[in-house]
């Protein structure tokens, strides 16, 4: 007598015949039609069916975010500069060769720039948030510069505006960002940076020759190279963006 020591198994075959159609039965394994073709396997009596375990689906990346969180931000930036470039029927390089400023507009956007970049060097040094220490002294600081400007433009007799309502109205919602989002308002913070030292040097380079006979302010003036200023803040902000706030 021959003893199991496994449940008895059954043969279970796919079968394909070109006079029937496609079907999955339990055939006995003396069958053999040369006009059918069989797939087989082996399967227990008494086992369960297979368990197919769920796939894991995980969601596209946005472009430049494997890289940072900078790095994601600039795409999304270019993504919407080139956007209104095009509703305006312009170019990828924009309208800078033909665009002609005039003094009184570009007084108004320093004292704009000012109360800006005042606004965010006061938050950034006074908050007791501790995610903004490591954006204090970073060498792109703009006011003291934009002091100088003004004040030079003052003596030559210049007429020095009040901001601009929506220069005021930016700079309130900064304040509001500060006190209650510290990821959203470092975002602007590295915008507001990095816009004025890509875009702000086509702005520079047309008042300069249009307006100030060549002469360079204080402005656009960095100690040191300012792409490697921007560097440091850059990886400072990729790295807070690992942490959960």
Same mark, same amino acid.
């Given at each position: 007598?021959?003893?199991?020591?496994?449940?008895?198994?059954?043969?279970?075959?796919?079968?394909?015949?070109?006079?029937?159609?496609?079907?999955?039965?339990?055939?006995?394994?003396?069958?053999?039609?040369?006009?059918?073709?069989?797939?087989?396997?082996?399967?227990?009596?008494?086992?369960?069916?297979?368990?197919?375990?769920?796939?894991?689906?995980?969601?596209?990346?946005?472009?430049?975010?494997?890289?940072?969180?900078?790095?994601?931000?600039?795409?999304?930036?270019?993504?919407?500069?080139?956007?209104?470039?095009?509703?305006?029927?312009?170019?990828?390089?924009?309208?800078?060769?033909?665009?002609?400023?005039?003094?009184?507009?570009?007084?108004?956007?320093?004292?704009?720039?000012?109360?800006?970049?005042?606004?965010?060097?006061?938050?950034?040094?006074?908050?007791?948030?501790?995610?903004?220490?490591?954006?204090?002294?970073?060498?792109?600081?703009? %006011?003291?510069?934009?002091? @100088?400007? =003004? &004040?030079?433009? /003052?003596?030559? *007799?210049? !007429?020095?505006?009040?901001?601009?309502?929506?220069?005021?109205?930016?700079?309130?919602?900064?304040?509001?960002?500060?006190?209650?989002?510290?990821?959203?308002?470092?975002?602007?913070?590295?915008?507001?940076?990095?816009?004025?030292?890509?875009?702000?040097?086509?702005?520079?380079?047309?008042?300069?020759? %249009?307006?100030?006979?060549? @002469?360079? =302010? &204080?402005?656009? /003036?960095?100690? *040191?190279? !300012?792409?490697?200023?921007?560097?440091?803040?850059?990886?400072?902000?990729?790295?807070?963006?690992?942490?959960?706030?």
């Amino acid at each position: 007598m021959l003893l199991m020591a496994k449940p008895i198994q059954q043969l279970y075959c796919f079968s394909f015949s070109p006079n029937h159609n496609s079907l999955f039965s339990k055939i006995s394994t003396t069958t053999n039609s040369p006009t059918q073709i069989r797939c087989c396997f082996a399967s227990s009596v008494n086992s369960a069916p297979p368990v197919l375990k769920k796939r894991n689906r995980y969601r596209k990346m946005y472009p430049g975010e494997s890289t940072g969180i900078t790095e994601e931000m600039r795409f999304v930036a270019m993504k919407l500069r080139n956007t209104k470039a095009q509703d305006r029927g312009e170019g990828e390089g924009g309208d800078s060769d033909t665009w002609q400023p005039s003094m009184e507009g570009f007084i108004s956007y320093l004292v704009d720039s000012k109360l800006v970049f005042d606004t965010v060097e006061r938050i950034v040094d006074e908050s007791e948030n501790v995610s903004y220490a490591y954006f204090r002294k970073t060498g792109l600081e703009r %006011s003291e510069g934009l002091s @100088k400007d =003004l &004040e030079g433009f /003052k003596e030559q *007799g210049v !007429v020095i505006p009040n901001p601009s309502s929506p220069g005021l109205s930016y700079a309130e919602y900064l304040e509001e960002l500060g006190e209650r989002s510290a990821p959203l308002f470092l975002s602007h913070f590295y915008n507001i940076y990095f816009s004025h030292i890509s875009g702000g040097q086509v702005i520079a380079k047309q008042v300069s020759k %249009s307006l100030l006979e060549g @002469k360079e =302010l &204080e402005f656009y /003036k960095w100690e *040191g190279e !300012v792409t490697e200023l921007l560097k440091g803040v850059r990886e400072n902000l990729n790295m807070l963006s690992e942490v959960d706030y």
